[in-house]
């Protein structure tokens, strides 16, 4: 699990990813990224209800999210802001399939 410090939690932290942050795309994952100046990278999550109707599912599709970014942190670079955005499909995947998938992302936006 992501430390608190570790999350992006207010709006206008998202706003500034979003607005300022570029981005990458697959099918099922998108990533958009800004440099947060800190010493530590801060990550966000955001699941519509696009994906699911149930707060069941997307709940899940959150922690094994935040679970594979957990197992990925120690490869990650320092100093960025980054948002996870899910599309439909994402809640049918595992955890491995969602892991490769994020790495992928990140290796293409040079995280």
């Known amino acids: 699990m992501l ?20 981005s990458r795309q697959l099918p099922f994952l998108g990533v958009k ?4 100046n800190l010493t530590l990278s801060r990550f966000g999550l955001i699941i ?14 959150r922690r094994r999210l935040r679970a594979v970014l957990f197992s990925l942190l120690p490869e990650l670079k320092i100093g960025y802001d980054v948002v ?9 995947f595992t955890s491995d399939e969602i892991k490769k998938q994020l790495k992928q992302l990140l290796k293409m936006i040079s995280l």
Do not use: M
Not at 33 to 36: A, F, I
Not at 84 to 92: F, S, V, Y
């Open 3 to 22: 430390r608190k410090e570790l999350r992006i939690t207010k709006k206008k932290e998202f706003d500034a990813v979003f607005s300022q942050g570029k």
């Open 33 to 36: 990224l800004v440099e947060n």
């Open 48 to 61: 519509s209800n696009k994906v699911s109707k149930s707060a069941v599912v997307r709940n899940g599709l």
């Open 84 to 92: 996870i955005l899910t599309r439909p499909g994402a809640e049918k």
